[in-house]
């Protein structure tokens, strides 16, 4: 499904988009595309400045700019990387952590509710969000060290001899299922036609160590991998969907988490050119 939006006429693909994350991975990624703002040089933003600082961040400038409601949906605490208190000095109206949804043995893996049920579970409470809004999905399935019990594994897992390797294909997969399943319920709910959906990834997904065994599914070998390679696998999908547009198209610039803000904001009719 992921492949089919990407290459959608109603999508603007971009396929050399790098993430630019430091310690403070999925945080740091947060930060950026929020406030286009770097993270820390050691530890996290969020952790360090979060609860602390005024930010202006997207959901603050979209409700200045829009009277835009604000939601982040993630399956895991409130209190991890201190999103509980960095997202209030981000401007977030509402944060539906685990403490809203079934978090039960089986449906949660190390780093929160599985992704299908997280988009299941969040329709009740996005449904209420009075329109605009600007909602945000944070997906945890496809998430080192990748792991998913057989029952929800459709798909082959490699054959690499490294475990982490092996199951990120089946982990991606079962993303892509939930994305397509999202998509589906926004078509049926009417929400889809009156949205611009933005996917993006936030940090690298398998480290330099292990990039030898992931060579030969690259087509090469251990020896013939080098640091290009290694920087190249930095690359992360970024992607805006609108829904009746019929100019989009993969884009071969160069950019980076940093440049999300803007890019958002001028599709969203806000001009901030003049601003300090």
């Not at 006429?9 to 990624?29: L, P």
């Not at 991890?80 to 944060?95: A, I």
């Amino acid at each position: 499904f992921l492949n089919s939006l990407y290459h959608d006429q109603s999508t603007t693909s971009y396929e050399n988009f790098f993430h630019q994350v430091g310690q403070g991975k999925t945080s740091d990624a947060e930060t950026l595309l929020e406030n286009s703002l770097f993270g820390l040089p050691q530890g996290s933003a969020f952790t360090q400045a979060g609860s602390s600082n005024v930010f202006q961040a997207a959901p603050q400038i979209l409700r200045d700019n829009g009277n835009y409601t604000s939601a982040v949906f993630h399956g895991n605490v409130g209190s991890f990387w201190n999103r509980d208190n960095t997202y209030k000095s981000f401007g977030f109206n509402y944060f539906f952590d685990a403490s809203y949804y079934d978090v039960s043995d089986g449906n949660t893996l190390e780093y929160g509710l599985k992704d299908k049920l997280l988009f299941q579970e969040s329709t009740q409470y996005l449904e209420q969000l009075p329109q605009p809004f600007y909602a945000k999905f944070l997906t945890v399935t496809n998430h080192f060290p990748y792991p998913l019990d057989d029952d929800n594994v459709e798909f082959p897992r490699a054959t690499t001899g490294d475990s982490t390797i092996d199951g990120y294909f089946a982990t991606a997969h079962y993303l892509d299922q939930s994305v397509k399943e999202f998509f589906d319920y926004l078509k049926a709910s009417g929400l889809y036609d009156n949205s611009m959906i933005v996917l993006y990834g936030d940090h690298y997904g398998i480290s330099n160590s292990r990039n030898p065994s992931l060579a030969p599914l690259l087509g090469k070998t251990s020896e013939e991998w080098t640091d290009y390679d290694n920087a190249l696998v930095q690359r992360v999908p970024f992607m805006y969907h609108i829904p009746g547009q019929t100019n989009g198209g993969i884009k071969s610039e160069f950019g980076g988490q940093i440049d999300v803000l803007p890019t958002l904001l001028h599709l969203l009719g806000v001009d901030k050119t003049n601003e300090d």
